[in-house]
């Protein structure tokens, strides 16, 4: 069985950081482009980044545009976001996904594999 445990989330201030990790078990994930979404309550899940099989290519939503940094390392099958200068508006349970295609795609509709989240809370 296939699956998706995100770790790292936390509560930290605004202006910190914390870096969030996305362990694959049951089978490599080196073929697939990987991706973070995120959920505030009562909103919409949303795209924050995604990074393609080899690394080459990341794009990312314009809120969090340099300040989070999305990274992969196959040998360990983990993904990561490395997310500073953390805002209030960035609390939200985040997400880590995977999809087929090998293409940096922004739709959570493209995503078939999910992790169950983790918190992400930043206080003012």
């Known amino acids: 069985q296939v699956q998706l445990v995100e770790s790292g989330g936390g509560l930290v201030q605004a202006g910190g950081s914390l870096r969030l990790s996305c362990v694959g078990s049951?089978?490599?994930?080196?073929?697939?482009?990987m991706a973070w979404f995120r959920q505030a309550p009562g909103k919409e899940r949303e795209f924050v980044a995604a990074?393609?099989?080899?690394?080459?290519?990341?794009i990312y939503a314009d809120s969090v545009k340099g300040r989070f940094t999305i990274s992969r390392d196959n040998s360990v099958n983990t993904v990561f976001l490395q997310m500073n200068n953390l805002k209030p508006e960035d609390t939200a349970i985040y997400y880590c996904?995977?999809?087929?295609?090998?293409?940096?795609?922004?739709?959570?509709?493209?995503?078939?594999?999910w992790g169950k989240g983790t918190q992400v809370t930043v206080s003012s």
């Open positions: 990074i393609t099989p080899r690394g080459a290519t990341t």
């Open positions: 049951g089978r490599t994930l080196s073929m697939n482009t």
């Open positions: 996904a995977a999809t087929n295609t090998i293409l940096a795609v922004t739709t959570k509709y493209h995503y078939d594999l």
